[in-house]
């Protein structure tokens, strides 16, 4: 069975940093490109971030492109979002998800981030 | 960018309802879109890859159809647990996009 958790989301200040994780089991961890995606409270989804398999594509969202990094580890299973320059707007349940060949069939929970002084 | 419109934005329904759902792109995305049912704070759900493959384990009377720039849901006989918010996301260019999200509810 495939399983995505997240984790890493805490309440931070604005101008912060965090790093969060996504752990994988159950796959083929570095066959797979795995995604970012968030959700602000009351609103609908937003893409964020993508990784390819081998980590040597990424891709952004204008809206996050020069504060968030997107990596991975195929050695651990672990996809990781180094969020920087945190804003307000920035506040959202962060879900990780991974693809084979289509869109994303699975996602973890999520993990909350709140930036708020 | 690629912009997802989807209609409409929510609608109300009785239990064994047919109820459609639209997803318009600005541009050609040949059949790279996927249908999501979203339940309040749980992850997203694939319902329909590739726009018209029913994901394994999930009930026949979900559909999808379209290619190009017009993609539809279609439930065929709405079930109670179906009220949720339905999204369609394309997958052929970075950055991927979502369209806005149709919320069902119980008429």
């Known amino acids: 069975e495939v399983q995505l958790v997240e984790s890493g989301g805490d309440l931070v200040q604005p101008g912060g940093s965090l790093r969060l994780s996504c752990s994988a089991s159950?796959?083929?961890?570095?066959?797979?490109?795995m995604h970012w995606v968030r959700q602000a409270p009351g609103k609908g989804l937003e893409y964020v971030s993508s990784i390819s398999d081998n980590g040597g594509s990424t891709y952004y969202a204008d809206s996050v492109k020069d504060r968030f990094i997107i990596s991975r580890d195929n050695s651990k299973n672990t996809l990781y979002l180094q969020v920087s320059s945190l804003r307000a707007e920035d506040t959202a349940a962060y879900y990780c998800?991974?693809?084979?060949?289509?869109?994303?069939?699975?996602w973890g929970p999520g993990t909350r981030v709140t930036v708020s002084s | 960018d690629i912009q997802m419109t989807q209609s409409p934005s929510s609608l109300s329904a009785s239990v064994g309802d047919r109820v459609t759902i639209t997803c318009r792109a600005s541009?050609?995305?040949?059949?790279?879109l996927g249908w999501y049912q979203q339940k309040p704070g749980k992850a997203p759900k694939r319902l329909i890859y590739?726009?018209?493959s029913l994901q394994s384990g999930v009930p026949s009377r979900f559909s999808g159809s379209g290619s190009g720039t017009e993609f539809t849901l279609t439930i065929s006989s709405l079930q109670p647990e179906d009220f949720a918010t339905y999204y369609c996301l394309q997958h052929n260019t970075y950055p991927w996009t979502f369209g806005q999200g149709t919320k069902v509810d119980i008429k």
């Open positions: 541009q050609g995305i040949r059949n790279d």
């Open positions: 998800g991974c693809s084979g060949g289509s869109s994303p069939g699975y």
């Open positions: 159950g796959l083929p961890f570095s066959n797979h490109p």
């Open positions: 590739a726009a018209s």
